[in-house]
């Protein structure tokens, strides 16, 4: 499985979800074309809004990525970007500086001080035979290994309160205020933007946060163990740092929930912990992992948490994740953590 297309209920939002693999023979560069193709079919004077940790130079990919933006710029599309300073000595940097509108570089962060634009999300105002804007949520960088050799996932959502949510952000993050506490967050039973409703219990969670518990903690805490609750969480970095994530996970794992957690190697401290305090949660140790997800089911819901936030690094990093309460896409995603997990291995270390 590389793609999957989950249409909705609701009229007013189309989901697709697309994941790539570390195995070479699966990996097909699929969130990679994805988005080149969106850029391709962005429709003539609209806007297209970018928020890139990290760009290389690497020939196959990021450069023919480059070309499709240039197109983009030839039918009088407007190019907006924001980036981080990691990559600034590259070529593509250069490069994508040169194409775009406007352009933003932050420097150890937009809102927190010594940190990062974590973000990877692409806008689009308008896509041609699309009714509505699209939002690209993933958890991908634009570097050769990221499209290509990694375990990856991106929400596509077409939907123009989620567009308008993030355009917002995408403003606040070339603000150039500095705001440790920033986080916003809307839609779900809570919040609207802008007056209207979120479909399909969708909701935004913007960072970084420096107050307060971590909120993909507390929407999985209301998993219900009495009912078949089951939680699988999935990411590159889950450090011992994530004090509310963990105490959850443990909790949930012992008041009956099936839990499974699989984690980047290089994770040794927060593995071991997990080994240690929370023996009932199963573990994988997973090489060549990137996504950042969790999935939360019982018997009246189904829940997917999903963005470019790390289970640790998120409180103070610019990053953005989405919630969707959704059977299709909980099922799509689950299908893609079970081959992770079993890419992965049950060790006394992960190194």
């Known amino acids: 499985m590389i793609c999957r297309a989950v249409p909705t209920q609701s009229r007013t939002v189309w989901s697709q979800l697309f994941f790539d693999y570390a195995d070479p023979v699966q990996n097909k560069a699929t969130i990679y074309h994805q988005l080149v193709s969106l850029i391709d079919a962005a429709a003539p004077h609209s806007a297209i809004y970018?928020?890139?940790?990290?760009i290389d130079d690497t020939f196959v990919f990021v450069p023919p990525l480059l070309d499709a933006i240039e197109r983009a710029r030839g039918r009088s599309i407007a190019i907006h970007a924001v980036t981080d300073d990691k990559s600034k000595a590259t070529q593509s940097y250069a490069r994508l500086k040169s194409l775009c509108d406007t352009f933003y570089m932050c420097v150890a962060?937009?809102?927190w001080k010594n940190s990062h634009n974590h973000n990877k999300f692409v806008l689009f105002s308008s896509v041609t035979g699309r009714s509505e804007p699209v939002v690209l949520q993933s958890s991908v960088n634009w570097t050769r290994d990221q499209f290509t050799h990694l375990f990856q996932q991106a929400f596509l959502i077409e939907n123009t309160a989620v567009y308008q949510q993030y355009v917002k952000y995408f403003q606040d993050l070339t603000?150039?205020?500095?705001?440790?506490?920033?986080y916003l967050t809307s839609g779900g039973a809570n919040k609207a933007f802008?007056?209207?409703?979120?479909p399909m219990g969708i909701r935004t969670y913007f960072f970084p946060r420096a107050s307060g518990t971590d909120p993909l903690a507390t929407a999985i805490s209301k998993t219900d163990c009495s009912a078949g609750g089951e939680i699988r969480l999935a990411d590159n970095i889950f450090s011992?740092?994530?004090?509310?994530l963990f105490d959850v996970l443990q909790k949930l794992s012992n008041?009956?929930?099936k839990v499974k957690v699989g984690m980047g190697t290089g994770n040794n401290d927060m593995y071991t912990h997990i080994l240690n305090k929370a023996p009932k949660v199963h573990l994988r140790c997973i090489p060549l992992i990137h996504v950042k997800y969790i999935l939360s089911t019982d018997s009246s819901r189904s829940m997917v948490l999903a963005g470019s936030r790390p289970m640790s690094l998120g409180w103070n990093e610019d990053d953005a994740m989405i919630r969707v309460m959704s059977v299709p896409i909980y099922n799509a995603f689950a299908a893609h953590f079970d081959l992770l997990f079993a890419y992965g291995k049950a060790s006394a270390t992960c190194k």
């Open 109 to 111: 962060g937009c809102h």
């Open 194 to 198: 802008n007056g209207v409703a979120f």
């Open 175 to 182: 603000s150039g205020v500095k705001d440790q506490d920033y």
């Open 240 to 244: 011992i740092s994530s004090v509310d």
């Open 255 to 257: 008041n009956g929930c």
């Open 50 to 54: 970018m928020s890139v940790f990290a």
